[in-house]
């Protein structure tokens, strides 16, 4: 994790907790025209942190969830399933499963823009959240490998509409798209503190949580909450117990 001091900080307003409008639908409504990425070369399910990641012939989304199964199904997640490309997988040289995605696609990931909305097979639809960082994880594969991969990691995404997604679907991006999240996780912070209402406080744990970062960074939140000027909305978790407190439920609708 870089020095908050390392990055500028994003400009926030309270009208970035509602925009005025998500979607950006095609002439003819509905989705769009879909515009075909190929198929699904592979998917993998984890179901706990001490578990290998598990490949699967068939995966279920949860609409709102995640993957059935998956120790990431979170409703108030946007890191629900990680999509990754074989290209990333081909131009390091990785072994299969170095990235521990969910869902393997023969797509360039670091191409797919936030707030594209991906059809896997017949029903399920996700929405493309942000860029997954490159982590120590991969380092300790092989040193130098998270710098060297850096946007290539993979795309995070929520699942929209659930169903079964079985190895070899096709991929399609839909015409509508939504807003897009921001890849630096200062800007996710700075959105979602923005959102918290009035009278109320959200736990250092639950902002990160929803801002989809680990929970070793809560110890950077009380300063960057502070430099945003929302310090007043963001606690530890026994602190001021007389104020309600903020899950973020309406984050991702």
Not at 36 to 56: E, F, N
Not at 58 to 84: C, E, I, K, N
Not at 228 to 246: C, K, S, Y
């Amino acid at each position: 994790m870089k020095p908050l001091d390392d990055h500028p900080l994003p400009e926030c307003h309270r009208t970035m907790a509602q925009p005025p409008d998500r979607t950006q639908r095609s002439p003819g409504g509905g989705h769009g025209t879909p515009d075909a990425l190929g198929p699904i070369l592979a998917l993998t399910v984890r179901r706990d942190p001490s578990a290998a990641p598990h490949a699967v012939a068939v995966a279920h989304a949860v609409a709102g969830a995640g993957l059935d199964s998956d120790m990431h199904a979170d409703a108030l997640s946007p890191r629900q399933v990680l999509l990754a490309g074989a290209p990333a997988y081909r131009r390091h040289d990785l072994a299969p499963g170095t990235m521990r995605e969910n869902i393997l696609l023969d797509v360039d990931t670091a191409t797919l823009a936030s707030g594209t909305l991906l059809q896997l097979g017949a029903s399920v639809i996700v929405q493309l959240m942000f860029h997954c960082e490159a982590c120590g994880y991969l380092d300790a594969r092989s040193p130098g490998l998270a710098r060297a991969i850096g946007r290539e990691r993979g795309v995070l995404a929520r699942v929209l509409r659930g169903g079964a997604v079985h190895e070899g679907d096709s991929v399609r991006r839909l015409a509508t798209t939504l807003a897009p999240w921001p890849d630096d996780w200062r800007d996710r912070v700075a959105r979602i503190l923005a959102q918290v209402p009035d009278s109320m406080v959200v736990e250092y744990r639950q902002l990160a949580r929803l801002a989809g970062i680990q929970a070793v960074y809560c110890r950077a939140l009380p300063a960057l909450a502070r430099k945003l000027g929302f310090a007043n909305r963001a606690v530890a978790q026994h602190a001021l117990p007389e104020l309600p407190r903020w899950l973020g439920e309406t984050v991702f609708d």
